[in-house]
């Protein structure tokens, strides 16, 4: 991963992948291509895995304003729009 940097709805959508579990929303939404925008995913555990990886493996960069982007975009070539 080094110098390719991950948005947050990249992780989520990598993690629905990997977690196999039709019981999960992240999956569902990984198998179907349905973006997850959550900038805070990290704010808990997952950003403390993510330091703690990144200060022995440098290059693991997170994009938030990358989701910022292109949840924008989104919105601006819509013909519908709605969120939860």
């Excluded at 440098?58 to 519908?80: S, T, Y």
């Amino acid at each position: 991963a080094s110098g390719e940097p991950w948005t947050p709805s990249k992780i989520i959508r990598r993690l629905g992948l990997e977690i196999n579990d039709p019981s999960s929303i992240y999956y569902w939404c990984a198998k179907n291509d349905i973006p997850v925008f959550s900038p805070a995913i990290t704010d808990g555990s997952i950003g403390d895995m993510v330091f703690f990886h990144s200060f022995n493996n440098p290059g693991f960069i997170i994009d938030l304003v990358g989701d910022i982007r292109n949840i924008n975009m989104m919105a601006m070539k819509a013909k519908h729009t709605g969120a939860i």
